[in-house]
């Protein structure tokens, strides 16, 4: 199985901060990564997909980079709607495997 | 509009079987390259991808649970279902279906999320 590392847990930052999660995999996934927001109560929703394309609908302030093994979601302009729960998720390979997750409160 | 939604039992026993049905609307089934897929979400923890079933017919299980795992589908009435053997207290998690997308390149993710069913497993 191909694990996913993510860091930090969480992050406190303030409305405005530039904000960056890292996702390392335990193996070269190319660029077959999807970050994906969960905020509280809520469901899964798609952010990201293949490392850097930004689902329909998700605003500009979200944006994914990296290949192989190691990739980020920045989150340029933090805004008080961006508090939730970030997984990243290989897309490369069954079987699926997500990250622990990062927690993003605003301060 | 695109919709999926989970149905079945809130609380099982241990050691009975979990049978969870996903309803979906607006896309089919039968559309190459489309898959359904089902994950679940411990309490406070992260997602776990569970199974998967494709517009062809195709199956693909977690290897950590393919034992107790089952999932079929009916294209004509629009439905997933997944079984799960021999529930135990550890498999209290809501549990998701949601929608693979034809993908240009093969890859798996998922744009489209049912809303989620808590199941609990107690005596």
């Known amino acids: 199985d191909i694990q996913m590392t993510q860091s930090p847990s969480s992050v406190s930052a303030s409305v405005g901060d530039r904000v960056s999660i890292t996702c390392r995999a335990s193996?070269?996934?190319?660029?077959?990564l999807a970050w994906y927001q969960q905020k509280p109560g809520q469901v899964p929703n798609l952010l990201i997909y293949a490392a850097s394309t930004l689902q329909n609908g998700v605003p500009s302030r979200f944006s994914g980079s990296g290949s192989g093994t190691e990739f980020t979601l920045t989150i340029t302009s933090l805004q008080p709607e961006d508090l939730a729960t970030y997984y990243c998720?290989?897309?490369?390979?069954?079987?699926?495997?997500f990250g622990g997750g990062t927690k993003v409160e605003i301060k | 509009q695109i919709t999926l939604k989970e149905s079945g039992p809130t609380l099982v026993k241990p050691t009975q079987t979990l049978t969870l049905t996903c309803t979906f609307s607006g896309f089919s089934l039968s559309t190459r390259g489309v898959g359904v897929g089902w994950f679940r979400q411990p309490p406070g923890k992260a997602l776990e991808w569970l199974a998967i079933?494709?517009?062809?017919?195709?199956?693909r299980y977690s290897p950590s649970l393919r034992s107790r795992l089952t999932i079929t589908r009916d294209t004509s009435r629009n439905q997933v279902v997944l079984t799960v053997t021999n529930m135990d207290p550890g498999d209290t998690a809501t549990y998701y279906c949601?929608?693979?997308?034809?993908?240009?390149?093969?890859?798996?993710?998922?744009?489209?999320w049912g809303q989620g069913t808590l199941v609990t497993v107690s005596s």
């Open positions: 949601a929608r693979e997308p034809y993908t240009d390149h093969g890859q798996h993710y998922f744009d489209y």
């Open positions: 079933t494709y517009y062809n017919g195709d199956i």
């Open positions: 998720q290989q897309e490369n390979s069954f079987p699926l495997t």
């Open positions: 193996q070269d996934i190319s660029r077959w």
